[in-house]
């Protein structure tokens, strides 16, 4: 594996105090290392198997700069609305979209097929419908997908779309009615099947036996239907531990187990079609929060922190901790005492009136000042994306782009690199 030019945690941590020293505000920052990104989507592409196709999911984080960076690596992008289309097609005009996501509208399929998506995925029996009629006005036919809300066969991950009953796609005991429905209709081409059905798996034992229950149900179909099958979608859903982020999702044995699945299907000669969303863009990314203020309520410590979940509301929504680590700032501005606990359990908060902004509760801290700033890792993926951002009006977080020699970004100061900062220290891979 390369790692090139990538950030460890300790020159990330670096990274930091020299942007901080050279402004006068509070730090907020989202900052996204680069380098990383790319030497880590390199890793899923390189060991996947040549059938598969790796699209990134662009709802877990559409920041252009990702975007930019990720069109030349991955095989497509999956969007879910009109917008999503148009922030893929603003940085590359002609790479394969995959197009999901329950209630489009008349005017969002019109635009899907004007910006040329490579598949539609219908969500119900009415969609089809929807698309074929859309397609036969425009004088075409548009490659689809069904997706299959599953019965069962669903890993226990965080969140699920299908094997429970929701809003996502066709009941998997409804899906012969919308094949012969698809097979009946003129200007549209059933390609295959679209199974998303969960998110943050991180069993890959489990993750590979949904893959195999995905072929033998398609094979089922296209067997009973008379059809040709070219892409089974198996959608996103591979997860971060985020309570014990050495422990992550084993990619290495998922890629055994769908070898072997694959092996077993080996008939098919289908493309493979994951989307993955947080698994791509999660670890990429990293949200500092200055700390602002330590104080001891009812006999517990709390800290507030420049921010909160206006700019990263992942914790607050799964009421769970975040991982961080502290990064220590010696200077302190003022004449009089400096907030500091020694060997205390903390709970951080943020600068909002709720007291459901909590970034991370009860966590045991060897040393916290004022001024310090907290380091969250694990934040490119659902994290500003899916704050509320304007909500009581706080100033937005500033965004550093970071590449091997340089830094883009927001901030005060741009060209914050320094180059001794940023050359791996011993022992650091
Ligand atoms: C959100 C979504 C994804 C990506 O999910 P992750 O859990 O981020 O991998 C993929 N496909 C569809 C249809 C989605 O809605």
């Given at each position: 594996?390369?790692?090139?030019?990538?950030?460890?945690?300790?020159?990330?941590?670096?990274?930091?105090?020299?942007?901080?020293?050279?402004?006068?505000?509070?730090?907020?920052?989202?900052?996204?290392?680069?380098?990383?990104?790319?030497?880590?989507?390199?890793?899923?592409?390189?060991?996947?198997?040549?059938?598969?196709?790796?699209?990134?999911?662009?709802?877990?984080?559409?920041?252009?700069?990702?975007?930019?960076?990720?069109a030349?690596?991955?095989?497509?992008f999956?969007?879910?609305?009109?917008?999503?289309i148009e922030k893929v097609r603003a940085v590359d005009k002609d790479i394969p979209i995959?197009?999901?996501?329950?209630?489009?509208?008349?005017?969002?399929?019109?635009?899907?097929?004007d910006h040329k998506v490579?598949?539609?995925?219908?969500?119900?029996?009415?969609?089809?419908?929807?698309?074929?009629?859309?397609?036969?006005?425009?004088?075409?036919?548009?490659?689809?997908?069904?997706?299959?809300?599953?019965?069962?066969?669903?890993?226990?991950?965080?969140?699920?779309?299908?094997?429970?009953?929701?809003?996502?796609?066709?009941?998997?005991?409804?899906?012969?009615?919308?094949?012969?429905?698809?097979?009946?209709?003129?200007?549209?081409?059933?390609?295959?099947?679209?199974?998303?059905?969960?998110?943050?798996?991180?069993?890959?034992?489990?993750?590979?036996?949904?893959?195999?229950?995905?072929?033998?149900?398609?094979?089922?179909?296209?067997?009973?239907?008379?059809?040709?099958?070219?892409?089974?979608?198996?959608?996103?859903?591979?997860?971060?531990?985020?309570?014990?982020?050495?422990?992550?999702?084993?990619?290495?044995?998922?890629?055994?187990?769908?070898?072997?699945?694959?092996?077993?299907?080996?008939?098919?000669?289908?493309?493979?079609?994951?989307?993955?969303?947080?698994?791509?863009?999660?670890?990429?990314?990293?949200?500092?929060?200055?700390?602002?203020?330590?104080?001891?309520?009812?006999?517990?410590?709390?800290?507030?922190?420049?921010?909160?979940?206006?700019?990263?509301?992942?914790?607050?929504?799964?009421?769970?901790?975040?991982?961080?680590?502290?990064?220590?700032?010696?200077?302190?501005?003022?004449?009089?005492?400096?907030?500091?606990?020694?060997?205390?359990?903390?709970?951080?908060?943020?600068?909002?009136?709720?007291?459901?902004?909590?970034?991370?509760?009860?966590?045991?801290?060897?040393?916290?000042?004022?001024?310090?700033?907290?380091?969250?890792?694990?934040?490119?993926?659902?994290?500003?994306?899916?704050?509320?951002?304007?909500?009581?009006?706080?100033?937005?977080?500033?965004?550093?782009?970071?590449?091997?020699?340089?830094?883009?970004?927001?901030?005060?100061?741009?060209?914050?690199?320094?180059?001794?900062?940023?050359?791996?220290?011993?022992?650091?891979?």
């Amino acid at each position: 594996m390369e790692f090139i030019g990538e950030c460890s945690f300790f020159m990330m941590e670096n990274t930091v105090k020299s942007l901080r020293m050279e402004q006068k505000k509070p730090f907020c920052a989202y900052l996204y290392d680069l380098p990383k990104l790319r030497n880590h989507v390199h890793q899923l592409t390189t060991s996947l198997p040549s059938v598969s196709r790796l699209f990134y999911a662009i709802k877990a984080n559409s920041d252009e700069t990702l975007l930019r960076t990720l069109a030349p690596i991955v095989h497509g992008f999956e969007v879910a609305s009109l917008g999503e289309i148009e922030k893929v097609r603003a940085v590359d005009k002609d790479i394969p979209i995959l197009f999901g996501g329950p209630g489009k509208t008349q005017d969002e399929i019109e635009g899907a097929i004007d910006h040329k998506v490579t598949l539609i995925n219908v969500e119900s029996v009415h969609e089809l419908q929807l698309v074929n009629y859309i397609a036969s006005q425009k004088g075409t036919t548009v490659d689809i997908l069904l997706r299959v809300n599953l019965r069962s066969s669903v890993p226990n991950a965080r969140l699920k779309m299908a094997g429970v009953p929701t809003q996502f796609g066709i009941d998997e005991v409804n899906i012969p009615i919308a094949i012969l429905l698809a097979k009946s209709l003129l200007n549209i081409t059933l390609r295959g099947f679209h199974f998303h059905a969960m998110s943050n798996n991180l069993d890959s034992k489990g993750h590979a036996e949904f893959v195999d229950r995905c072929f033998e149900l398609s094979k089922t179909w296209e067997e009973n239907f008379d059809f040709d099958i070219f892409y089974l979608n198996v959608g996103g859903g591979i997860g971060i531990n985020y309570q014990d982020i050495e422990n992550q999702f084993n990619w290495m044995d998922f890629m055994d187990r769908l070898n072997r699945v694959l092996a077993k299907h080996k008939d098919a000669n289908w493309e493979v079609l994951f989307e993955c969303g947080r698994y791509i863009t999660s670890s990429c990314g990293y949200y500092a929060a200055e700390v602002l203020d330590i104080k001891q309520n009812h006999g517990e410590y709390f800290c507030v922190v420049r921010g909160g979940s206006h700019h990263l509301r992942l914790p607050a929504a799964w009421k769970q901790s975040h991982p961080f680590t502290i990064i220590p700032i010696e200077k302190w501005p003022y004449p009089f005492i400096r907030p500091k606990i020694n060997e205390a359990v903390v709970t951080v908060a943020g600068e909002l009136c709720t007291p459901n902004d909590i970034l991370a509760r009860d966590i045991n801290v060897p040393s916290l000042k004022a001024g310090d700033i907290l380091l969250f890792s694990y934040v490119g993926a659902y994290g500003w994306a899916i704050s509320h951002h304007d909500f009581l009006s706080h100033p937005h977080p500033d965004y550093y782009y970071i590449e091997a020699d340089t830094i883009s970004g927001s901030g005060s100061k741009m060209e914050a690199s320094n180059k001794s900062d940023r050359t791996p220290a011993a022992g650091v891979p």
